[in-house]
């Protein structure tokens, strides 16, 4: 199975913080990758598919990049409402495997 | 807009069974691989099984096979996911979500494994 992680596990910042997340492939999985955000006691939201492409409706300020086994996700300017836990997962190989989670708090 | 909606959960004893049920509105139902992700009380989110488009390709975690099975009914453009054996450890909200790579959840539905 391919085994994803994810840093840091948590981190607090500001209002108007540019944040990034990383994740790892334990393989390569092209750019098979996509990112969620999951609110406290709500279902996780899609942001980002295809490691890079924005998800319809989601706002410009969320971006992805990379390819092969390193991945990250950007937030431009953190805002009240961005403050969750990201999630990224492979859908390369079978079974499809999630990250641990990146916990985003206020500073 | 479309939406998922998840039914079926609620408190069953070890070694019961439960049917998860998983509705679209809107079309293209059948286009769309659908998949099930799980979410233990305060863990991360764990991918449990997806189904194609026309119901011939199935796949699972191990952790599952041979207890869970995925089914959808495109008519009825609902995806179906049947828990046999149920253990403890099955205790979570359980999503329905489209697409491989998902890009539209459900609501979620709680199961609860306790005697």
């Known amino acids: 199975d391919i085994q994803m992680t994810q840093s840091p596990s948590s981190l607090s910042a500001s209002v108007g913080d540019r944040v990034t997340i990383t994740c790892r492939a334990s393989q390569h999985i092209s750019n098979y990758l996509a990112w969620f955000q999951q609110e406290p006691g709500k279902a996780p939201k899609s942001l980002i598919f295809?490691?890079?492409s924005l998800q319809s409706g989601v706002p410009s300020k969320f971006s992805g990049s990379g390819s092969g086994t390193d991945f990250s996700l950007t937030i431009s300017s953190l805002q009240p409402e961005d403050f969750a836990t990201y999630y990224c997962?492979?859908?390369?190989?079978?079974?499809?495997?999630f990250g641990p989670g990146t916990k985003v708090d206020i500073k | 807009e479309v939406q998922l909606v998840e039914s079926g959960g609620g408190l069953v004893q070890p070694g019961g069974s439960l049917r998860l049920s998983c509705t679209a509105s809107g079309s293209s139902f059948s286009s769309f691989y659908m998949t099930w992700v799980r979410q233990a009380p305060g863990k991360g989110l764990e991918w449990v099984a997806n189904?194609?488009?026309?119901?011939?390709?199935?796949n699972y975690v191990d952790s599952v096979t041979g207890r869970f099975t995925i089914s959808r009914d495109n008519a009825k453009n609902s995806v179906y996911l049947q828990i046999n054996t149920l253990r403890a450890e099955d205790t979570a909200v359980y999503y329905c979500?489209?697409?491989?790579?998902?890009?539209?959840w459900g609501q979620g539905a709680l199961v609860t494994v306790s005697s």
């Open positions: 295809d490691a890079s």
């Open positions: 189904i194609n488009g026309d119901g011939s390709e199935k």
């Open positions: 997962q492979q859908y390369y190989s079978y079974p499809f495997t």
């Open positions: 979500a489209r697409a491989r790579g998902p890009n539209l």
